[in-house]
T-cell receptor, first 116, second 112 residues
Framework: AQSVTQPDIHITVSEGASLELRCNYSYGATPYLFWYVQSPGQGLQLLLKYFSGDTLVQGIKGFEAEFKRSQSSFNLRKPSVHWSDAAEYFCAVGPPSSNTGNQFYFGTGTSLTVIP | DGGITQSPKYLFRKEGQNVTLSCEQNLNHDAMYWYRQDPGQGLRLIYYSQIVNDFQKGDIAEGYSVSREKKESFPLTVTSAQKNPTAFYLC???????????FGSGTRLTVV
């Protein structure tokens, strides 16, 4: 069965510190992988995506993520966190676009708090 | 600018009443989706539609209904059969290739 696990429910980091949010997935084929960010009371905004090719992908707001097939992981990183990065982060997986019935699966989210 | 519009942003419903949440997109996307979001549970798929006049149940369709009469619109009705409807509801769409979701800003439904 397809699933996404974000093992960290909540993370607190100091402003300027580095950040890594973990994501592990279970999928029957090579999936498309995504990270989304959600501010309180808002919809989800795409940070970055991985379809194929270079396993290190760059996204908006200085975020990057690395796909590790052997570990079924797609961890999100940022070298230096800003106070405005405080939000909820969701990892998601979906089938390649050639597949029909393309349901996407989301993790339960990681809430990020940034302290001065 | 193209995007997805969900209305209203806040909605209050009395127990036993049906209520309809609106979702409109001007992205010319074929597929549309409804998700429910509860604290600590992430996003759960309620219904999705790949084309006009066709839709499929998601993981938690009980107590909900949808229609897809127009490509741009995918309204969700929360019926009185939904026992715990208080939640944040998100609408999304995907275009050709259907490989990236675009989300609306959500509707927070509260049963009073």
């Amino acid at each position: 069965a397809q699933s996404v696990t974000q093992p960290d429910i909540h993370i607190t980091v100091s402003e300027g510190a580095s950040l890594e949010l973990r994501c592990n997935y279970s999928y029957g084929a090579t999936p498309y992988l995504f990270w989304y960010v959600q501010s309180p009371g808002q919809g989800l905004q795409l940070l970055l995506k991985y379809f194929s090719g270079d396993t290190l992908v760059q996204g908006i707001k200085g975020f990057e993520a690395e796909f590790k097939r052997s570990q079924s992981s797609f961890n999100l990183r940022k070298p230096s966190v800003h106070w405005s990065d405080a939000a909820e982060y969701f990892c998601a997986v979906g089938p390649p676009s050639s597949n029909t019935g393309n349901q996407f699966y989301f993790g339960t989210g990681t809430s990020l708090t940034v302290i001065p | 600018d193209g995007g997805i519009t969900q209305s209203p942003k806040y909605l209050f419903r009395k127990e036993g009443q049906n209520v309809t949440l609106s979702c409109e997109q001007n992205l010319n996307h074929d597929a549309m989706y409804w998700y429910r979001q509860d604290p600590g549970q992430g996003l759960r798929l309620i219904y999705y539609s790949q084309i006009v006049n066709d839709f499929q149940k998601g993981d938690i369709a009980e107590g909900y209904s949808v229609s897809r009469e127009k490509k741009e619109s995918f309204p969700l009705t929360v019926t009185s059969a939904q026992k715990n409807p208080t939640a944040f509801y998100l609408c999304a769409s995907t275009g050709q290739g259907q490989d990236v979701y675009t989300f609306g800003s959500g509707t927070r439904l509260t049963v009073v």
